[in-house]
């Protein structure tokens, strides 16, 4: 079963706009980390924020904000004031597993959104 | 501090061979991960190693293998090439602590091609 939902396979969004990309999960697992990654057409995958299932504050690293909502099982990334390197594909992931357990899960990622941002 | 050096970034190769993708992670991370994508499947995961053991492992047939040696570092194999094997391999590490909050950091990847 799909853990890791994207329902936006494409958007297009204006220069110094805010975008919001959609990430919902499925897990019974009560401690997770949630992640989104940037790929570029270059082809890196780049990280951009982390969530824990545990953190009570949203997470923030400059212009990137993730709206965590717990109960609804929703992750979802904004990216304020758009830049044309902004432009690539987003991907949400989730990893399960016990804080200082002796295993965890492995990394599971949605299908990605490929963001496009126009002048 | 180096990232994760991925080599070779190209490599063409003929259906029925074998080949050997490498990769060095971030200096003190001991996880290891490896991850195939291409446009029609997406990321997906193949396996992970930790201290020269394989943690975890994904949905591919045994011509995919890969190991970790004691300095961390990783190798993929894939034997017996097949046209579908076509696709950009990226390795990833992470601290591996144990903790969900490590993240993975990715290589540049290495392009295959299978003809």
């Known amino acids: 079963a799909q853990k890791i939902t994207q329902t936006q396979p494409g958007m297009f969004v204006q220069e110094k706009e805010a975008v919001t990309l959609d990430c919902t999960y499925d897990t019974s697992d009560p401690s997770y980390g949630l992640f989104w990654y940037k790929q570029p057409s270059s082809g890196e995958m780049i990280f951009l924020i982390y969530?824990?299932?545990?953190?009570?504050q949203n997470a923030t690293e400059g212009r990137y904000s993730l709206n965590f909502q717990k109960a609804r099982k929703s992750a979802n990334l904004v990216i304020s004031a758009s830049q044309l390197g902004d432009s690539a594909m987003y991907f949400c992931a989730m990893r399960e597993g016990q804080e200082f357990a002796d295993s965890w899960g492995k990394f599971q990622f949605g299908a990605g959104t490929q963001v496009v941002v126009t002048p | 501090k180096a990232g994760v050096t991925q080599t070779p970034r190209y490599l063409i190769k003929t259906r029925g061979q074998q080949v050997t993708l490498s990769c060095s992670p971030i200096s003190g991370h001991r996880s290891v991960s490896w991850y195939q994508q291409t446009p029609g499947q997406g990321l997906q995961f193949l396996f992970e190693?930790?201290?020269?053991?394989?943690?975890n492992k994904g949905n591919f047939p045994g011509r995919f293998s890969g190991r970790q040696f004691s300095n961390s570092r990783s190798e993929m194999n894939v034997s017996t090439l097949e046209l579908g094997d076509s696709a950009l391999y990226l390795c990833?590490?992470?601290?591996?602590?144990?903790?969900?909050?490590?993240?993975?950091?990715f290589g540049n990847g290495t392009r295959l091609t299978v003809t």
């Open positions: 969530q824990g299932s545990y953190d009570q």
């Open positions: 990833a590490s992470s601290l591996g602590s144990g903790r969900p909050n490590s993240p993975l950091h």
């Open positions: 190693y930790f201290s020269e053991t394989q943690r």
